[in-house]
Structures are given as structure tokens and as C-alpha cells.
């Protein structure tokens, strides 16, 4: 039997490692190159990709070279440019150069980060961070942190450890003893709370608990509503789900008066701040629409929003950090571990997982905290730009205030007396011919039962002109459009 090859095709030597970084990164700055340009969608359907990248696994390998160009070929077809400064769509973000470069060193340095010593510059870099993003929204200074995947995993667990401490306050350990018998968890969360939100509710058992506190216009929870909804659950444990930055609206939740509210009760105030949280960092918003945003006993967010990393960026943080160990008890005896290190198992919910703070530390590190608030800021003018553009054109409504960086917008037939259902369906008809156009993009979206335009401003790289350019071309799908 002949030896196995050390190095066939699909073994790379470790001087292949230049090569194909060198090609991918050729490919990465010509794509992130021709962004501001590209039209604004996919350039092909699905049937053309399966035809370039598809077919039945292949028997043999091919050369890592041939796979790659393949690879950049079909997928570039099916990209949508979200990181061009007129993409609006959803609540996307960009990604900023520094962050990009730090996220390839990441993957080149593929540290897994279970504990201290597996690699001790990622447990130091989460603790720095920690303290910084503590420093940057002025939370409690002791506030824990852990350093997940995306927004829907850090309200998972910053929702497990309220379960645990809300029931551990009423004497059951739902660690040791689940939910079968535990006394009944009352869960208090705003109407327009996002789907994660929701879900992972539902995961920790609490489905049947949730109860909906009804908002007003910009999607804040009415005072008295909750007032009522909280003395109603008297004597129950309770969680508070609050929302900074409604999807649609961009609205907060009045925070100074939740916090009370819902402390006098003993209960536990959940903050869904996925990108909302960071108005906090801006001194201008953080008054005006964060006020009381530090009382908070956990605080779930994005950094590949509006920090603009790459995915894979969120983070969750709750107040108090024995709490937070608590609801998260670990059996590996395995692991040796020094109790004043930082060990990553010890605040998540993964064990083996990507070094993912790293372009988290280069974006702060980048910014600094002025740079961070002038991003923030910038955005949310961009939107206030963008809004007036569109207000000032007959036949167009902007539904929301603008507080913040989301604009939703309607668009009425000509027709004096046209309904709301006819308002829906040319709403509808504009948003498709502004993303056949391809120079911007923008999702329809329901907002109070009525369909709207939803235009987000959260990307690094939009600057004024892209702002003029995405009105013009609202303007012209408006006008062009039957
Ligand atoms: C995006 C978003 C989420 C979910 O975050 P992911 O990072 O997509 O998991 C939750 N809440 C709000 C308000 C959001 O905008």
C-alpha cells in the first residue's frame, strides 16, 4: 500500500497558505472596492448559483486554488452589497475596515477560547472589553459580560440568568430543580418586542408566561399599562422585557420609569438594546432618549450593527455578576480552573467557539468613545436628512418621529380619497420598483397593521451624498410608480 500523502490537493503545504490568502485577499478588495458602485441587489437567481456552485458532491477533490476562484465566481452573483453606504434595508450595518482586518486575524490565529489558559490574550481582550463597553453606555461598573454570536443569543442568556434569579428569589433553583413545580414566572414585555426576544422566551420555558404591555405611536410601553400589568403580577416572580430601538420606530422604552416600576415589585428589567443600546454611548441621545438606561439588570446588543464589525458580534451583559455565574453552573472537572483568570465557559452558554472580541477591541480601539458617538450620531442625522427629503414630496408620509436612526415611510396613490388598503398596496409597489432599481435598498415592513417603507441608517460607510442619492431614488420610484 503506498503511504499516504502528507500533502495531496486538499492539504495544503503551509507555504500554500500565501497563496491563497494572497488570491483572497485580491478578491476581497476588488469586491470592496466596486461596493459604492454595484447595483444595490443580487445580481443572479437561484437557479444560476446551484448551476455554478451545485451539482452532486464530487468523488475527487480539486485544487484549493480552482475551488476558491469557483467559490468567489458563483457567490459574488448571489451577494447582496450590504456594506454600500445606500444599502437601507433590514438593520444591517457595515463593517469597518479595521474591524474586517482584525476579524482574518482572528481566523488565522483559529484560537478556540474555552478557558484562560487555552488562550490567554482572548480572555484578557473580553475582560478589557468588558470594562470598556461598561464605560462606554455607563452601566454599573460591575456589570459581567459574555461575548455571543449575535443579539437573539445574548437575550437567551441574559433571559436565563432572570429566570434563575427572579425563581432563586422566591426559593426554587430552576439550575437544579427545572420548572415543573417552580412558582409561576409572570413575563411582562413590550407589544412590538423583537421575535428573538419571543423565542428565546419561549426556549427557557416561559412561553405561556408573556404577557404584551401595549406602546404608544413610537413604540414605547404606556407608563400606566405597565403600572397596572406589574401589580397585577404582585408577589409572582417577574421580568420586565424593555426595547431600546424598535425595529420600525427606533423607539425606547421610557427607562427611568420601567426600572422603578418593575424594582418596586422585585422583579428584573431585560433590555433588548440590539442596536437601541448604543444611543447610550452618544451624551446628546443618551439624554434625551436613553435616560435611565443604567438601571437595567441585563442588557443584550449587537456590535455588527451599529459598532459595524463583522458578524458574529454581540454581547450580553447584566448587572450583577454573581447572578450572572449563578444561573450558569458548570460540571467539567476536567477543566483546571484558576479563579482570579477570566474563563470565557464560565459567562456563555458555548464551550468551544471563534475568538470573537478581537474586532471588537479594534472598532473601540479605533473610535474611541467620541468616535463611537459620532457614529451614532451621524446616523440618526443621516436619517433626519433623509426624513425631510421625503416629507417635503406630496403623497409621502413619514410615519415615525425620527428619533433615532429608522425612518418608516408611506406612499399614497394620487388619488385624493384612496384608502388605507390602497396606501398598502402602492407602499408595497414603490418598495419593489426601488429594489428593481438597484441604486438603493429598502424593506417593506408592518407597522400597527399598515404596510411601510423601512429605511435604516447604521452604516459607517453611508455619507451624505449616498443620503441624497437613496432620497432621489425614493423620490423617483415614487414618482414613477402607478
Ligand atoms: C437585530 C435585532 C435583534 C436580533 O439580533 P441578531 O443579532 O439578529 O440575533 C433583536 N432585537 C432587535 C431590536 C434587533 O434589531
Same mark, same amino acid.
Given at each position: =500500500? ?31 472596492? %466596486? ?7 443580487? +445580481? ?9 456552485? %451545485? ?94 454570536? *449575535? ?69 414605547? =410601553? ?112 476536567? +477543566? ?25 477591541? *479594534? ?24 426624513? *425631510? ?14 428619533? +433615532? ?12 380619497? *384612496? ?64
Amino acid at each position: =500500500m503506498p503511504p499516504t500523502p502528507l500533502h495531496g490537493p486538499g492539504t495544503p503545504s503551509p507555504a500554500g497558505y500565501r497563496d491563497l490568502l494572497d488570491t483572497a485577499h485580491a478578491h476581497a478588495v476588488r469586491y470592496l472596492d %466596486g461596493l459604492p458602485e454595484r447595483p444595490v441587489h443580487a +445580481l443572479a437567481g437561484d437557479e444560476e448559483l446551484h448551476a455554478l456552485l %451545485g451539482g452532486p458532491l464530487p468523488a475527487e477533490g480539486q485544487q484549493p486554488h480552482d475551488v476558491l476562484e469557483q467559490l468567489t465566481r458563483g457567490v459574488e452573483r448571489g451577494l447582496v452589497p450590504s456594506g454600500n453606504g445606500r444599502y437601507l434595508g433590514y438593520v444591517v450595518g457595515g463593517t469597518l475596515p479595521v474591524a474586517l482586518a482584525a476579524d482574518w486575524l482572528t481566523s488565522a490565529w483559529d484560537q478556540n477560547c474555552i478557558v484562560h489558559d487555552i488562550s490567554p490574550a482572548t480572555a484578557v481582550v473580553e475582560d478589557i472589553c468588558r470594562a470598556w463597553l461598561v464605560d462606554l453606555f455607563g452601566l454599573p461598573a460591575a456589570t459581567s459580560a459574555a461575548f455571543v454570536p *449575535a443579539c437573539t443569543h445574548a437575550e437567551l442568556l441574559c433571559l436565563a440568568v432572570a429566570r434563575h434569579t427572579v425563581l432563586a428569589r422566591h426559593g426554587w433553583d430552576v439550575a437544579a430543580s427545572g420548572l415543573d413545580g417552580a412558582p409561576p414566572v409572570r413575563v411582562l414585555i413590550n407589544a412590538t418586542a423583537h421575535a428573538a426576544v419571543v423565542r428565546s422566551l419561549e426556549f427557557l420555558g416561559l412561553g405561556g408566561a408573556v404577557e404584551r404591555v401595549p406602546v404608544d405611536a413610537e413604540a414605547r =410601553m404606556l407608563p400606566a399599562a405597565l403600572d397596572a400589568a406589574v401589580r397585577a403580577a404582585d408577589g409572582h416572580p417577574l421580568i420586565v422585557c424593555a426595547q431600546a430601538g424598535e425595529i420600525n420606530t427606533g423607539g425606547i422604552d421610557h427607562l427611568r420609569t420601567v426600572c422603578e416600576t418593575t424594582h418596586a415589585a422585585d422583579g428584573w428589567v431585560h433590555l433588548d438594546g440590539a442596536f437601541g443600546l448604543w444611543a447610550a454611548a452618544s451624551p446628546t441621545l443618551r439624554s434625551n432618549v436613553a435616560d435611565g438606561v443604567e438601571l437595567c439588570d441585563s442588557w443584550a446588543t449587537d456590535a455588527h450593527k451599529w459598532l459595524n464589525t463583522p458578524y458574529d458580534g454581540a454581547v450580553a451583559l447584566i448587572a450583577d455578576p454573581t447572578a450572572h455565574r449563578a444561573a450558569l453552573p458548570l460540571d467539567a472537572s476536567y +477543566l483546571q480552573l484558576q479563579p482570579d483568570q477570566r474563563h470565557p465557559v464560565e459567562w456563555g452558554l458555548e464551550v468551544s467557539r471563534r475568538s470573537r472580541v478581537f474586532p471588537l477591541w *479594534a472598532a473601540l480601539r479605533t473610535l474611541g468613545a467620541q468616535g463611537v458617538a459620532e457614529l451614532v450620531d451621524r446616523c440618526c442625522a443621516h436619517a433626519r436628512l433623509l426624513a *425631510a427629503r421625503l416629507r417635503a414630496e406630496p403623497g409621502i408620509t413619514v410615519v415615525n418621529d425620527v428619533s +433615532l436612526n429608522q425612518v418608516i415611510v408611506t406612499f399614497a396613490p394620487s388619488d385624493a380619497d *384612496a384608502d388605507a388598503d390602497a396606501v398598502d398596496a402602492r407602499t408595497l409597489r414603490v418598495a419593489l420598483a426601488l429594489q428593481a432599481e438597484g441604486e438603493t435598498w429598502a424593506s417593506p415592513s408592518t407597522w400597527q397593521d399598515r404596510t411601510v417603507l423601512r429605511l435604516c441608517l447604521i452604516n459607517w460607510a453611508t455619507d451624505r451624498d449616498d443620503v441624497e442619492r437613496a432620497a432621489a431614488a425614493l423620490l423617483r420610484a415614487h414618482r414613477t410608480t402607478g
